[in-house]
């Protein structure tokens, strides 16, 4: 964060013969003038001549006055993703120089901020000051440089010890070593050693025609809250009081919390219901979130949602772009899986690319077995048995593209699972309206039955998607008889807790409201037995509702 820039202009040798591109060199040492003012007066500096007979020609921007890392602010963020959106035409590539303790937050802000991205961004910096006789500053520097200016990487990245990283993939593991900086779930990027090596299938590349842009409005009223044991419910009431509208909670293992604390799951619940987005992140440095015990189960039920393998500084910049800058209909949607492939700051199921993969084999081969019945009817067979889970790990994800793909093959997208659970199934588990528009115009049926004799509508209300519930229900979608019968039951149970939001979702799908429960009881009876006025209140409404519409 402190840079003498002596060492490297002395950087620059010789007259500035060819070149491989032009870099914008930022040091972090902010100032008062405009930014304008020195972009009109520019330093040309030049790198020495590569193996490949080319330079690096860059400029250096010097910020005034000096900044530690540690004062960084989302307005310094903004002001950085200013001065690139500024000059992103006249320079090839972006290094910013930062200090390392906030280094990985400011590369995850900056990863979602610059939008449509198509030139590299790098930030790095030291352990040890570029001025000390022994650092690891220059090596840092030089690397961050020759891959900005060598290598269209369209991805802001953090550049340490020899190692190229995505931005929002990173954290700070250790104080006291050159190799700070770790990527626990994702592979580097690039490796520098004797040669630069690029892992060009990591790397993504940008797949639109929209312009680059920065949104530099972020939401401040986000935070990361750390579970642990004898946390009280007064702790996480506290923080998570208005204006607080998103929270990072680190949780145990795999994404759990005590399920034998109902004041705790209370306050969480409470908090989700007012509007506050909770995203749950694993304490452990490797790993993801997933509901595998009842621990993380309770967690779902309360509303966080899961944050996959997205590391808390990547999770907190996520909350703080998406709060301001997506409708309240698309962040929810976009909140636990990759904003842009310029980000990429969760790993997602690749199903696009295995099905590409498949389509290109499957082409390939049943145009070489044209003649031959028997080959091309064993050829389908095995189409026939890769559609269901490849189908299914793309309705997951929302991805439509590789359904599109599976289709052209002809494959049927009806096709079960080992479970006998469809595309759909899967899309209206996950409250994909958009994929299961897709899989219903292409013939994919609401009454398929998956082992456990449930229905998409079933997994629609069990999870709370009101709009692929009306979708489904406008589709021909019911409950079974048996559903019915067990439905008195569930709602007497939504009743006694109070649960206004489930009965409506179960109104919504065509429950009777007046089915009665295992003993005999309706809802209503439960709700005036427990005094749940405003339960009773509702219900009598929706009834109401109901017949008149009857």
């Known amino acids: 964060s402190r840079v003498d820039l002596g060492p490297i202009r002395r950087m620059c040798a010789g007259p500035l013969v060819g070149w491989t591109g032009a870099c914008l060199l930022v040091p972090l040492l902010f100032h008062s003038a405009p930014i304008s003012n020195l972009i009109d007066k520019p330093l040309p500096l030049s790198s020495r001549l590569s193996k490949d007979n080319k330079r690096i020609i860059y400029t250096v921007i010097e910020y005034n006055p000096l900044l530690d890392s540690s004062n960084m602010t989302t307005e310094d963020w903004g002001r950085i993703g200013k001065d690139i959106e500024k000059n992103y035409e006249n320079f090839d590539g972006f290094v910013i120089l930062h200090g390392t303790d906030t280094m990985a937050y400011t590369a995850s802000a900056l990863s979602f901020m610059c939008e449509h991205l198509g030139k590299p961004i790098i930030l790095t910096g030291s352990q040890v000051p570029i001025y000390e006789m022994r650092n690891d500053g220059r090596d840092n520097l030089l690397g ?23 931005g929002n993939r990173v954290t700070k593991v250790d104080t006291g070593s050159f ?9 580097p990027l690039a490796i520098a050693e004797v040669d630069i090596t690029i892992n060009w299938d990591t790397v993504w590349r940008a797949n639109t025609t929209a312009k680059f842009q920065v ?21 996480v009431r506290a923080f998570l009081q208005p204006p607080m509208e998103g929270v990072v909670l680190e949780t145990y293992g795999s994404g759990n919390a005590p399920d034998n604390r109902p004041d705790l799951l209370e306050e969480l619940k409470k908090a989700t219901d007012s509007g506050v987005i909770i995203i749950n992140c694993t304490q452990c440095l490797r790993g993801t979130v997933s509901a595998s015990y009842n621990t993380g189960k309770v967690l779902m039920d309360a509303g966080l949602i899961a944050g996959g393998d997205m590391t808390p500084e990547a999770a907190l910049s996520k909350l703080s772009y998406v709060l301001l ?6 962040f929810i949607q976009v909140i636990a899986k990759s904003l842009s492939i310029s980000c990429k700051e969760v790993s997602g199921t690749s199903s696009l690319t295995i099905v ?18 028997w080959c091309l009817q064993e050829l389908e067979a095995i189409r026939d048995a890769l559609t269901p889970p490849l189908a299914c790990a793309a309705a997951k994800i929302g991805d439509v593209e590789a359904l599109e793909a599976l289709k052209e093959m002809g494959s049927n997208l009806c096709l079960g699972d080992y479970d006998g659970r469809t595309p759909l199934h899967i899309a209206a588990c996950e409250g994909h309206l958009n994929m299961v528009q897709y899989l219903l115009i292409n013939g994919a049926s609401v009454y398929a039955k998956d082992r456990y004799g449930d229905t998409p509508l ?33 709602l007497c149970s ?14 919504v799908a065509g429950a009777d409201l007046s089915k009665p429960g295992y003993d005999g009881q309706t809802a209503i009876q439960v709700a005036k037995a427990v005094g749940k006025k405003d339960v009773v209140a509702f219900l009598v409404q929706l009834m109401s509702t109901k017949s008149k519409v009857i």
Do not use: M
């Open 356 to 373: 590409k993969e498949l389509q290109s084999l499957y082409i390939q081969t049943s145009s070489s077995f044209s003649k031959n019945l």
């Open 458 to 490: 079933c997994n629609a209300v069990r999870f709370r998607h009101k709009d692929v519930v009306q979708l489904l229900r406008k589709t021909g979608a019911h409950f079974s008889r048996n559903k019915l019968e067990e439905a008195g039951t569930e």
């Open 215 to 235: 949104s530099t409005e972020l939401n401040r009223n986000v935070g990361l809250l750390r579970l642990f044991p004898g946390i009280t419910a007064a702790t």
């Open 494 to 507: 939504l009743a006694a807790s109070g649960d206004l939001e489930g009965l409506e979702i179960w109104n």
């Open 179 to 187: 190799n700070a900086f770790n990527s626990p779930n994702l592979a």
């Open 325 to 330: 800058n997506l409708s309240d209909s698309r």
């Open 144 to 166: 961050a440089l020759l891959i900005a200016g060598q290598f269209v990487i369209p991805e802001v990245c953090l550049y340490f010890y020899n190692k190229l990283y995505r």
